[in-house]
């Protein structure tokens, strides 16, 4: 080994030197620090062996003056002390030293220390290829997890419904290119007005998921299926005491949940004028006010709306607030029905077949011409829904690779009956079939003819089926939970 052996005092240096050159090192003698640090800064040494004390400047400060990374090897520095010096020589080790020893030197636990010393220093260069190996590995496996963590984002926004979106026209482009700038300000609220089934909601999640990447809540209420009495604390929740019945604690509400995220009211045109002003604070503030409570809260939430009644004549009817309007449509979105992206309806079909076909294990991957020229003369009351539902009836019912006409009679059985149409219920002279009849099943059937009826409009529907909007919306649920049990 090239040993750098610091000390001044000059018999002792001397017997050190002689002993370490008979055992085969090169041994170079230098007796005060200054001269120390030149050599170390000019020459590649394997040890500094040094005195803690030597003049000029200490061994402790040789050690803390060696360069940082080192420019080739790297020493190990070595200090030997007198009794008074321990704890010096403790403050060394903790600054890097390899080892130090008392004096006067006992030559045999000098030997073994420089034995050490030879076999740290021959296994550097395998650390150094160790250590880059250690860094190539962790380096990778950073970028590993990294792609991992993207994934299970991407999937996490899947399961949470931003995923498998179709975008097959010029005007859903422009929408989800909108969704996206609204996804990168979250202070602007956004109002998002279409028929029913043409995919607010999953615009509204496009706008708080952007392509995966947030992990923070999108939290949605429909304000059309809470009553109205319950509305403010189902948002704001409420304080202990607030209601009799009412939960010991207090309870927190859904803007609580949406904390950082997102709230998607859905059906705002439902809300009642005064709630419609409580709302109206609420996002010009952001702060509330719990049901029956003095503290204002604040709230970090991003405020999509979605409707499909047309809120100006709502304004002109006096039952939407024409302030609250104004602070919503700072970010507009109006989705056209389908049947005005006729562009649209098949390829969103044959995606939409070759989707279900692949969950089904059927063959379906193509819409036959005259299967085509039907669909695109469907009138889609109930818009992508509607047709997302009539590929998976076909997928459910059939098997592929075409579809046919004869695929869609759902479509001429579900079309509205004029009047004078024998199909229409007589609920005088109906007859039951023989067997069994699934009652369920026939109300479900009812609804959804009532709802086309009234091209989607839910209120509309429930009044005409003579039920509340409530227990309309019940059923939707039931009946989605039924078809779409995933
Ligand atoms: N571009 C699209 N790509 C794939 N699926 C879509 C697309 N647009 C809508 N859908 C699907 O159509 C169905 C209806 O969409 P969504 O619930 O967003 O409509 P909506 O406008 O909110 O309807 P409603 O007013 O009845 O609440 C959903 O199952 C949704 O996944
Ligand atoms: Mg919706």
Known sequence: ??????????????????????????????????DALDLINNREFHMVLSDINIPGMSGLDILRSLPSPPP???PDVVLFTGYDDVEL?????????YDYFLKPINIKELTVVVERVAKHQSLLPENKVLNKKIDETAEAATKETKRELKL????????????EVIIASETMKNIFQLAEKYHADRTIPVLIQGETGTGKEVVARHIHYGKGNTAAPFVDINCAAISPGMFESELFGYEKGTFTGGLPKGKK?????????TIFLDEIAELSMDLQAK???????????????????????????ATNVNIEESIKKNSFRQ???????????????????????????????????????????TISDSASRILLSHHWPGNVRELKNVMEWISFMHDGPE?????????????????????????????????????EEFNNMVVAKALEMHKGNKAQAARYLGISRRMLYCRLERMEKRYHPE
């Open 1 to 34: 080994m090239n040993i750098l052996l610091v000390e001044d005092d000059r018999d002792s240096r001397e017997y050190l030197a002689g002993f370490l050159g008979k055992h085969g090192h090169a041994v170079t003698e230098c007796g005060n620090g200054k």
């Open 72 to 74: 080739g090897r790297y």
């Open 89 to 97: 020589a403790i403050e060394a080790i903790r600054a890097g030293a």
């Open 152 to 163: 299970l984002q991407e999937a996490y926004a899947q399961a949470m419904g931003a995923g």
């Open 253 to 261: 509400g859904k803007i609580d949940l949406a904390l950082g995220g």
């Open 279 to 305: 709302l109206l604070r609420f996002i010009q503030e952001k702060e509330f006010y719990r049901v029956g409570g003095l503290k204002k809260i604040k709230a970090d939430i991003r405020i999509i709306c």
């Open 323 to 365: 302030d609250l309007y104004y602070r919503l449509n700072l970010g507009l979105i109006h989705i056209p029905p389908l049947r005005e992206r006729k562009e649209e309806i098949i390829p969103l079909a044959e995606a939409l077949i070759r989707q279900y076909a692949q969950k089904r294990k059927k063959r379906f991957c």
């Open 403 to 439: 579809v046919k006409p004869s695929h869609l009679n759902i479509l001429t059985r579900n079309k509205p009956a004029g009047n004078g149409d024998k199909r229409i219920l007589n609920t005088e002279t109906f007859s039951l079939p023989e067997g069994s009849f699934n009652i």
